[in-house]
């Protein structure tokens, strides 16, 4: 017991003080957006932080009374999307960062500055050159629309991915190939058994970008009601001559978007250890 009570200097004991209270400042918005979530009265400004009355009426009218605002329509297009972007998305970028850390040939560095180029441009200074795009082949307000761009542009993003393929060595790249190992086979059975901490970043950030957007959503659906996601169906209930009414609402909405993905975070955070632990089945 002394022994433990020596270790507690007072940088230490400082440290947890500070990470308590940055603790509360982070969960604090939380706390704060579940009990406006709950509260039975209406409004949007109130003068006081506990709520007089806790209901989950909020919650039951989000999905029950849909005429003006379709949340569950809209909670299963962006579920859709997400879903749909995140595979493709995954496959796109994993396979464009094994080619750019494994593949050898003649215009790998030029395909690579050209990406890196590219990325330094603001992704917004397209938006309504992609929206034309989609107009003139008849995929604009779409939901396919929406998640062909999502996922048109994944590889780009490929720098993290091919970092941590190149920190797997050479040599098992090597002694797959003298086994007979094709170049598929290296990538499914050797490099990606040994890479689940990375595929699990890639589907988690796969998945939150087109789950949380509201920019290109908004841009693509336009006034495409039926087709709007989550984020921008809520922000119409921002609106000032709606918010008085549907803010408690809106509140509601904004916890269950999190739903998703604390789920899929929970579910896939045991494979950020994996890692080259895991091994490698020869081809």
Not at 14 to 43: H, K
Not at 93 to 108: D, E, I, N, P, Y
Not at 110 to 119: A, D, F, S
């Amino acid at each position: 017991m002394e022994e433990n009570d020596a270790r507690l200097t007072p940088g230490l004991i400082a440290t947890y003080i500070i990470l308590a209270f940055l603790s509360i400042v982070w969960i604090l918005p939380l706390v704060w957006l579940v009990l406006c979530s709950l509260r039975a009265e209406p409004g949007a400004l109130t003068p006081y932080i506990l709520p007089k009355g806790l209901t989950l009426n909020n919650y039951i009218r989000l999905f029950s009374e849909t005429e003006q605002f379709n949340y569950p329509r809209w909670y299963m297009n962006s579920f859709i999307v997400a879903v749909f972007s995140c595979l493709i998305s995954t496959v796109f970028v994993l396979g464009v960062s094994f080619a750019f850390s494994r593949l050898r040939f003649s215009t790998k560095k030029l395909m690579m500055n050209l990406v890196l180029i590219l990325g330094m441009f603001p992704g917004f200074m397209s938006m309504i050159a992609i929206y034309h795009i989609l107009k003139s082949i008849g995929l604009s307000e779409s939901l396919l629309g929406l998640i062909l761009v999502y996922s048109g542009g994944a590889g780009m993003g490929y720098y993290i991915q091919k970092g941590f393929f190149d920190t797997i060595p050479v040599a098992l790249d090597e002694a797959a190939l003298l086994d007979g190992c094709t170049k598929f086979q290296l990538m499914y059975k050797i490099i990606l058994p040994m890479s689940k901490p990375i595929i699990t970043y890639t589907i988690l950030t796969a998945f939150i970008a087109p789950w949380a957007d509201y920019i290109l959503a908004s841009v693509i659906m336009k006034d495409n009601y039926a087709n709007y996601t989550l984020a921008v169906g809520l922000y119409k209930m921002t609106a000032r001559e709606q918010l008085y009414q549907y803010f408690t609402r809106f509140c509601a909405g904004a916890v269950l978007i999190a739903i998703p993905i604390t789920i899929l975070f929970i579910n896939m955070q045991k494979y950020y250890v994996g890692g080259v632990t895991g091994g490698a089945v020869k081809g």
